[in-house]
């Protein structure tokens, strides 16, 4: 049948006042440029608009991350975004060798606009130094191959990019996996962290970004990051954990580490653990972070350690625990050229989604 030019512009205005308002996938897009989240229902061929890991490391700004005792929890978020005055693009969360891979976290990150930075600790749930059932040889030799293969797959099965940080602050003593410890020995740091990698890699994993993140060698048995670092082609990002315990301002803390750092690769460097205990320090320590991030376009971001003694941490590092640093926080976020939130605008569905 053949229509005429204005009964098909007609039919098209009718069309339209009926569906415009809603992309294909039935998400409301809202004004240009802002963000709705995705209501978790059904839908059809929905598209999304997830970053490669290569972009998630040449990042438009810096990221702003965050941990808190429940991350990622949207509660929990919100009520940071409210402190701060800006929305996290990083949420860390902390997971021992217990635990099978939690795929609803790193979807839950994502639904909250920030990336999933998981710190995978290898030990049990325990607080004890000693651990020899998790010692590094054990991992090196391949003894938990099958949980390490299973926790690569169900990464990959996720099918969205997640930060693992694996084994921190490794050049401590404070921690199972350090070599001080569990009947480690020198050199067995490196081997284990590259086996591991290798069962990622012989699983063709290709959504994770592996963090390497020592402590400042300030606090540590020996005062360079050189004898704990797999190599460039076991590391995507390079972390430094960094805490203000009484120092006037951050690059007291930080500079010595970074130096060893730039030595060492070319590779972005995250701050990936940090705050300042509280004390009259506190509001310059915090408010000199960000200026020391001005001075250094090789970091990427920060994430703040936003945890209270009651809830684990040695000291109460929150930004909010004193007026005058969470107002030092604030004015130096907003001083900063954020990473554009959200990260990503449109999920995936989950596999288990139905109508």
Request: net charge neutral; no cysteine; glycine share 10%.
């Given at each position: 049948m053949r229509t005429t030019r204005a009964a098909l512009l007609a039919l098209l205005l009718v069309l339209c006042a009926a569906g415009c308002g809603e992309s294909a996938d039935g998400v409301g897009r809202g004004a240009p440029g802002s963000w709705v989240r995705p209501t978790g229902r059904a839908s059809a061929a929905p598209t999304p608009n997830v970053p490669t890991t290569t972009q998630l490391l040449n990042p438009d700004g810096d990221y702003f991350g965050v941990s808190t005792v429940g991350s990622p929890q949207p509660?929990?978020?919100a009520s940071v975004v409210a402190a701060a005055g800006q929305h996290p693009t990083i949420l860390e969360y902390f997971r021992n060798w217990t635990e099978p891979?939690?795929?609803?976290a790193v979807r839950e990150s994502w639904d909250e606009g920030a990336v999933p930075l998981l710190t995978w600790e290898p030990a049990s749930q325990s607080k004890a130094t000693d651990q020899p059932e998790y010692?590094?040889?054990?991992?090196?030799?391949?003894?938990?191959?099958?949980?390490?293969t299973q926790y690569a797959l169900a990464v990959k099965a996720v099918g969205l990019p997640v930060i693992i940080r694996f084994a921190h602050e490794m050049n401590g003593n404070w921690y199972p996996w350090s070599e001080q410890n569990s009947?480690?020995?020198?050199?067995?740091?490196?081997?284990a962290w590259?086996?591991?990698h290798d069962v990622f890699a012989n699983a063709g994993v290709t959504n994770a970004i592996w963090l390497w993140s020592p402590n400042t060698v300030r606090g540590t048995p020996e005062q360079s990051v050189e004898p704990y670092f797999p190599g460039v082609d076991y590391v995507d990002m390079v972390g430094v954990d960094a805490y203000g315990f009484g120092e006037k301002t951050a690059g007291e803390v930080l500079d010595p580490t970074v130096v060893q750092l730039l030595q060492l690769t070319r590779k972005p460097i995250l701050i990936a653990e940090?705050?300042?205990q509280p004390g009259a320090e506190q509001p310059g320590w915090t408010a000199s972070l960000f200026s020391w991030l001005h001075r250094h376009p090789q970091?990427?971001?920060?994430?703040?350690f936003q945890h209270s003694v009651a809830e684990g941490a040695w000291h109460d590092y929150r930004f909010t625990v004193d007026p005058a640093t969470q107002t030092?926080?604030?004015?130096g976020l907003a001083g900063l050229t954020l990473r554009r939130w959200p990260v990503a605008s449109v999920l995936p569905p989950s596999p288990t989604a139905s109508g």
């Open positions: 509660q929990e978020t891979f939690d795929p609803d010692a590094l040889k054990r991992i090196a030799n391949g003894s938990f191959d099958s949980y390490i009947g480690n020995a020198p050199g067995d740091f490196v081997k590259r086996h591991a940090t705050g300042a970091v990427i971001g920060f994430v703040w030092a926080f604030r004015s």
